[in-house]
């Protein structure tokens, strides 16, 4: 089974980083192009991030531009995105999801960042 | 900007059919695959329709979507609505090789 397992969320001061990883079981993780979504509290789906198979590849939202970066270990069949200079309004639950075509075919769980002085 | 509008609310009954809309603010809604996702209370969302009218293995017949060029509209639609459907819906699609571009959400009210 496609398993996508987000971890490093957490509670950080404006203007600090975080690293948040995803780990990924259950398909060939090097063939695919994998997303980052995120979900302010309350409020709807926005995508965020998005990296190709071999990791040469990496397209952001304008709101985090300059600010996010994204990688992937193959070995570890692992996507990580490295988030600094945070914002208050960075605030969300942060998706990792997979995709095969048009948008997300499988999600994980979602891991909160909440970012508060 | 290329965006996705669905409306903030729908109500319905169990056992009725009801069907949310999800209109392209430009270009043709008929140009690029539609993707549907379905979010319930405190969980993750997950996939109910991809490239306009399929489904993923495991979902009901129920659900099924739709495309409408004169409307520019994407439409999911849920027959036989069950309690456990109450969720949020997303709509889903992109311009080209730009990125993903959600709709606002339609809370869906099952009672």
């Known amino acids: 089974d496609v398993q996508l397992v987000e971890s490093g969320g957490g509670l950080v001061q404006p203007g600090g980083s975080l690293r948040l990883s995803c780990e990924t079981s259950g398909f060939t993780f090097s063939s695919y192009w994998m997303h980052w979504v995120r979900q302010a509290p309350g409020k709807g789906l926005v995508w965020v991030a998005r990296i190709n198979p071999d990791g040469s590849v990496t397209h952001f939202a304008d709101s985090v531009k300059g600010r996010f970066s994204l990688s992937r270990d193959d070995a570890k069949k692992t996507l990580y995105l490295r988030m600094a200079s945070l914002r208050v309004e960075d605030t969300a639950v942060y998706y990792c999801t997979r995709t095969s075509g048009a948008g997300p075919d499988f999600w994980g769980q979602g891991t909160l960042v909440t970012v508060s002085s | 900007n290329f965006m996705l509008s669905q409306p903030p609310s729908l109500s319905e009954s169990p056992g009725k059919t009801v069907t949310i809309s999800c209109t392209a603010s430009s270009g043709s809604i008929a140009s690029n695959y539609v993707q549907w996702y379905q979010q319930r209370p405190g969980s993750a969302p997950t996939t109910l329709i991809y490239?306009?009218?399929?489904?993923p293995s495991g979902v009901p017949d129920r659900f099924s979507g739709s495309i409408d060029s004169s409307s520019n509209s994407a439409f999911l639609t849920i027959s036989g609505l069950k309690t456990e459907d109450e969720a949020d819906y997303y709509c889903?699609?992109?311009?080209?090789?730009?990125?993903?571009?959600f709709g606002g959400g339609t809370r869906l009210n099952v009672l």
């Open positions: 889903q699609s992109f311009v080209g090789s730009n990125p993903w571009v």
């Open positions: 490239e306009d009218n399929q489904k």
